[in-house]
């Protein structure tokens, strides 16, 4: 099966660094996404990684390596506002759908 | 452009009662997705169109979930009869059909199963 996993909760104050981790399970995929998604609200597109390394839009960078299955969305000084949701996806060859991870809830606190 | 509209934007309904989402995608996009979204978990598909055809509703629980997307662009999703599992909130979303990058998601309609 396919499978993303993320840590549930993260905390950080503000103007910090946060590194939210992704790591999958999946057969052959286009590319990682990242989503962000606040309380009641619908699921945004924050960037998307197609090859493996780092992309960075902002005050958010993106990484993936496809041979360790691993991925991360980086959050550089942090603004209140980033409280939220996140969560890492993949389009699968297969199937073609976008699969989502289990989401990691970011708090940001004075 | 505007966004991917979903209504109702709550609706609250006894067990074994009959509810329908609706739908209406981004202008032009051929492909349409209906997630759901239990509190606490990632959207799972549930069933996903090209144009007014049906691509995957491998995830939908047939024996009470309907979706329809008539000529392609609107689309509804019915629960008949309800269960108090289907407490989640159903996103719509949309997309070109060629783009791998990201969907435009919809707000989402809560449902709560009483």
């Known amino acids: 099966g396919q499978s993303l996993e993320q840590p549930s909760e993260v905390t950080a104050v503000e103007g910090a660094i946060v590194q939210i981790n992704c790591t999958y399970q999946t057969s052959g995929f286009y590319g990682l996404s990242w989503y962000q998604q606040h309380d009641g609200g619908a699921p945004t597109f924050l960037s998307y990684?197609?090859?493996?390394g780092l992309e960075e839009t902002g005050r958010f960078s993106s990484f993936l390596s496809r041979s360790d299955s691993y991925g991360y969305l980086l959050l550089q000084e942090l603004q209140m506002k980033d409280s939220a949701s996140y969560f890492c996806a993949v389009r699968s060859y297969n199937t073609d759908k976008l699969i989502f991870g289990t989401g990691t809830r970011l708090q940001v606190f004075p | 452009e505007a966004g991917v509209a979903q209504s109702p934007r709550y609706k609250i309904i006894e067990k074994r009662q009959s509810v329908a989402f609706w739908c209406n995608p981004i202008s032009g996009h051929a492909t349409l997705y209906w997630y759901q979204q239990i509190l606490g978990q990632g959207p799972k598909l549930l069933i996903q169109f090209q144009n007014n055809g049906v691509v995957d509703d491998s995830q939908l629980p047939k024996d009470r979930f309907s979706a329809e997307r008539l000529k392609g662009v609107d689309s509804t999703l019915k629960i008949q009869p309800a269960k108090l599992e289907d407490s989640a909130v159903y996103l719509c979303a949309s997309s070109p059909g060629t783009n791998l990058y990201g969907y435009t998601f919809g707000s989402g309609t809560r449902l709560t199963v009483v």
């Open positions: 990684n197609g090859l493996d």
